[in-house]
T-cell receptor, first 111, second 114 residues
């Protein structure tokens, strides 16, 4: 069965800190890994990763995929209170028309 | 705003009842996915429709059914509701049949069964 595990489940840091969120997966015929940010309601797309070792960057957020070790990390530098959210990692297997989600990491940034 | 519209936003109903959740995908998107998010389970894939046809089924109960209409909007029908069906139900849409691009999520329908 396809599985995605995120860690930590919860993280509380101070504004300005750098955080690293982890996502490991077991999936048959991996196609892509996606990161979403969920604040109040709808998850909003952050990154899609398909190739190992290529960093994707958007402002203070960056992510990288390791297809050999079956994991991805999401880094957030110089965190702000607006980064407080649940960060979801999802994997899309080849040929499967669905996303398999992890439990999410609840990130809280204190001022 | 993702462009995906879900109605209603909130729904409170009694056990044993039946409800219908509605989703309008982004303009041009042919795929609609339904997900259930409960506190203890995270986001669980329910079902996927592409251009009116069912393409994949996930952890969807027999009491639940869905369909996608010719105008591409989709409905998720939940019947014989139980307390455990209380959750946030999300619809997402994407352009193609295969998830090789990002999926856009609606704001969700919060269902409370009392």
């Amino acid at each position: 069965e396809d599985k995605v595990v995120q860690s930590p489940l919860s993280l509380v840091v101070h504004e300005g800190d750098t955080v690293t969120l982890n996502c490991s997966y077991e999936v048959t015929n991996f196609r892509s890994l996606l990161w979403y940010k969920q604040e109040k309601k709808a998850p909003t797309f952050l990154f899609m990763l398909t190739s190992s070792g290529i960093e994707k960057k958007s402002g203070r957020l960056s992510s990288i995929l390791d297809k050999k070790e079956l994991f991805s990390i999401l880094n957030i530098t110089a965190t702000q209170t607006g980064d407080s959210a649940i960060y979801l990692c999802a994997v899309s297997p080849t040929g499967a028309q669905k996303l398999v989600f992890g439990q999410g990491t609840r990130l809280t940034i204190n001022p | 705003d993702s462009g995906v519209t879900q109605t209603p936003k909130h729904l409170i109903t009694a056990t044993g009842q039946r409800v219908t959740l509605r989703c309008s995908p982004r303009s041009g998107d042919l795929s609609v996915y339904w997900y259930q998010q409960s506190l203890d389970q995270g986001l669980q894939f329910l079902i996927h429709y592409y251009n009116g046809e069912e393409r994949a089924k996930g952890n969807i109960l027999e009491r639940f059914s869905a369909q996608q209409f010719p105008d591409l909007h989709s409905e998720l029908n939940l019947s014989s509701l139980e307390l455990g069906d209380s959750a946030l139900y999300f619809c997402a849409s994407s352009l193609t049949e295969k998830l090789n691009t990002e999926a856009f999520f609606g704001q969700g329908t919060r269902l409370t069964v009392v």
